[in-house]
């Protein structure tokens, strides 16, 4: 299984971007999904998440401005993000657990200006 994240790079406070984290198979299906970031100096966090079931969630720094989403057919992962702002700046990867077997991607980073 491979998870290869995309989409990241240098925004204006304000901007947007849209990640996607294309997967190998079609464990997007039947895992649980989520988002992930590290900014320098801090532990990484989890951002969205959403579960095989379709439920999701999100951390309370980004409520209200990202959403996490997948489209099944294409075997990808996505985080829009909206409103970005400096202290979103980090490397975001994407994540699937299935059964006790986590999947990482590896990062792509996203940096915003102000």
């Known amino acids: 299984v491979q998870l290869q994240a995309s989409g990241g790079g240098l925004v204006q406070a304000g901007g947007s971007l849209r990640l996607a984290c294309a997967a190998s198979?079609?464990?997007?299906?039947?895992?649980?999904m989520g988002w992930y970031r590290q900014a320098p100096g801090k532990q990484r966090e989890l951002v969205a998440s959403m579960t095989s079931g379709g439920n999701t969630n999100y951390a309370d720094s980004v409520k209200g401005r990202f959403t996490i989403s997948t489209d099944i057919a294409k075997n990808t992962l996505y985080l829009q993000m909206n409103s970005l702002k400096p202290e979103d700046t980090a490397v975001y990867s994407c994540s699937v657990v299935i059964a006790v077997t986590r999947y990482w991607g590896q990062g792509t980073q996203v940096t915003v200006s102000s």
């Open positions: 198979s079609r464990i997007l299906a039947i895992g649980d």
